[in-house]
């Protein structure tokens, strides 16, 4: 028998009736010239999905596809009216059509008539995207990007295709050996990056730094086992720099393979990146990478929504779920062999509900070791309820704006604290507990902000019915103001009255934040207000622990001694993270149950407390391994 998957495919269907067939990665495409078959194959196709288990799509062949301005008016008639489309967007070497949409579910009613239509009428494949209610530049630089290479995009996706399915049908060999290597986040938060080693495969979970600034920043990539000549994939759990700090360094030296995420994944780390280069550039820093690294990645960059099972490998299968730490956070189910073994990535989670997102998901087909974080895993670590943070929070602004008449200052990471304090702000001053005043959203902030309500989908009901309803978007809420220069800042800081101030980064090691403290810091009437974790060595550490005398440089420059008399405050109920018992019932509720545990980014003590605390309540088998520790799982 072949082992060319496409060859069994053609072997199913009428003879000639495809022209030719590509991958897009795990997917197969098919093209046909017979506009009829484009339009009544479908029991053919779906017969063979059945029989394959493998996701295939038939399109149009290029050649009999409507001119695209002939094409572009005839969705315009036939959309209904109230739909408010926006761009039109032909992508000609795949015979697809986007069409943005204020209101895409206009255009998916009554079964899909409309889409149906126009694959009738166009012969075009479309497909529906919501217009991004605030307009970011940054979504649409990446867009272009993935266009302006789309013949160098296909064919990526077709050798990533190939790799996939290298070997299909090949005869299963017996047993089969899985292996990680911890090149980061063991016993140590950030810089998460674990090498996924089996007998077919080498897959990297994440590739992060430790942003605090320590010493050991980057992921252990001279480990023996670690060639990036052979490496398969990398998958991102999530956006934050301390589990994608690292990536485009491996596209600086020539790895070329995919990189699996979700959308809003892709477009937070591409503008995160961007930024982090930047910030290293006028610090004089030697950059780690450059722009044409961070475009490189993008262009790699496979999108998988949650819930969608993918191959990625012959021996690997994926899918993502809720993980409940920030928009797209990911809880990656890593299924290796035929029924070998599965695995849970689970990267950060919280499991409680946040303004923002639903709890990280925890029931499996099947699991059995589970990788969780420790970052609040030690005993004491038990956080305040957010309905008691939330009413602190409000006090504390209160005290500040109304009775000092001064300012609030408020670093954060540029995405989920930021959004999540964004709606909690809203929702303060919707139900009178709080004073309208302006909130400054520094930059980079207001541009996560735009992705949110891009990706209204990866958000919790609450929110996206609220994004829905324009008049009732809480991004869209008057009181925020975006800021964007320096300018502006210095403006904010000498003329401006009591406001509130969102800025990065949330440690305040570069960035805007830095700024700012470093005019607002010396103010008895000022406030700054902690709600991220402070990474050990970093200047938000230093400050919140209370030390006074600090020396702070502000974009590279000279460090200057700065004299802190505003009041710090820290509210850790706001974080994205689980707290020890959200940790611990994670595990208890975990369906099924796995028989092994891992616990890694946390401190050393509290990645062993939690494994320990696991052991004793469950009786589950656990290890908190060390950077360079390699555990055998089969
Ligand atoms: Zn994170």
Redesign the pocket.
């Known amino acids: 028998m072949s082992d060319n998957i496409i060859k069994e495919i053609l072997k199913e269907l009428p003879k000639d009736i495809i022209s030719f067939a590509v991958f897009e990665g795990a997917n197969i495409v098919l093209y046909t010239k017979d506009k009829d078959f484009f339009i009544n194959n479908q029991q053919d196709i779906k017969a063979i999905v059945d029989k394959i288990k493998k996701r295939i799509e038939l399109r149009p062949d290029p050649s009999v596809c409507m001119k695209e301005e002939k094409a572009e008016k005839l969705i315009r008639e036939l959309a209904p009216e109230d739909a408010e489309l926006g761009n039109i967007i032909f992508d000609p070497r795949r015979s697809c059509v986007i069409i943005e949409s204020e209101k895409p579910g206009q255009l998916i009613t009554n079964r899909g008539a409309f889409l149906q239509d126009i694959r009738v009428k166009t012969s075009w494949v479309p497909s529906v995207r919501r217009t991004p209610v605030i307009r970011s530049k940054i979504i649409e630089d990446i867009r272009a990007v993935l266009y302006a290479n789309s013949d160098d995009r296909r064919e990526f996706l077709n050798r990533t295709g190939e790799r996939v399915y290298n070997g299909w049908l090949r005869k299963k060999k017996e047993g089969g050996w899985i292996r990680l290597s911890y090149l980061g986040s063991g016993r140590q938060v950030g810089r998460s990056c674990i090498l996924l080693q089996t007998d077919e495969s080498r897959i990297l979970l994440d590739c992060g730094i430790d942003p605090s600034g320590t010493d050991d920043a980057y992921p252990i990539l001279d480990a023996p086992e670690f060639k990036i000549e052979d490496l398969d994939a990398v998958i991102i759990s999530?956006a934050?720099l301390?589990?994608v700090g690292f990536l485009p360094y491996l596209f600086k030296f020539g790895f070329r393979g995919p990189v699996y995420c979700n959308e809003p994944t892709r477009d937070i780390m591409a503008l995160s990146l961007i930024d982090f280069v930047k910030i290293q550039n006028t610090e004089h820093e030697k950059p780690l990478y450059g722009m044409d690294d961070i475009r490189e990645m993008i262009k790699h960059t496979i999108c998988i929504d949650y819930d969608e099972v993918h191959d990625i490998t012959p021996d690997i299968r994926i899918t993502f779920h809720n993980a409940g730490?920030?928009i797209g956070?990911s809880v990656v189910h890593i299924h290796i062999g035929n029924g070998l073994h599965n695995l849970v990535y689970s990267?950060?989670i919280k499991y409680g509900k946040t303004r923002l997102l639903d709890p990280a998901v925890n029931k499996f087909t099947r699991v059995e070791t589970l990788m969780m974080e420790a970052t609040y895993g030690g005993k004491l670590n038990m956080l305040p309820s957010r309905e008691e943070a939330e009413e602190e929070f409000a006090k504390m602004i209160t005290h500040t704006i109304m009775e000092k008449k001064g300012k609030v200052l408020v670093p954060v990471l540029g995405v989920?604290r930021a959004q999540e304090i964004m709606l909690i702000l809203d929702m303060l001053v919707r139900e009178g507990k709080l004073d309208k005043v302006p909130v400054y959203i520094d930059g980079m902030v207001w541009d996560m902000t735009a992705i949110h309500t891009a990706y209204p989908e990866y958000l919790n009901a609450e929110v996206r019915k609220q994004i829905f309803q324009k008049d009732n978007n809480p991004f869209l809420n008057d009181m925020f103001v975006k800021v964007g220069s320096s300018k502006e800042r210095t403006d904010i800081v000498e003329n401006q009255g009591p406001c509130i101030i969102l800025a990065t980064s949330g440690m305040l090691v570069g960035g805007a934040s830095v700024e700012y403290f470093r005019h607002l810091g010396e103010d008895a009437k000022n406030s700054v207000i902690f709600v991220s974790y402070q990474g050990e060595g970093s200047l938000g550490r230093r400050v919140q622990r209370g030390e006074k005398m600090l020396m702070v440089s502000v974009n590279g420059r000279k460090p200057e001694q700065i004299d802190v008399k505003a009041e710090i405050f820290t509210i850790d109920a706001f974080t994205?993270h689980s707290d020890r018992n959200e940790l611990m019932n994670y595990v208890k509720r975990c369906q099924p149950t796995p028989r092994k545990i891992l616990t890694n980014h946390g401190e050393a003590s509290r990645c062993l407390d939690l494994a320990a605390s696991i052991h004793r309540s469950f009786g589950i088998e656990t290890v908190a391994p060390r950077n360079l520790d390699a555990i055998r799982l089969r």
Do not use: F, L, N, V
Request: proline share 0%.
């Open positions: 999530h934050h301390d589990h730490h920030i956070s990267a950060d989920g994205g």
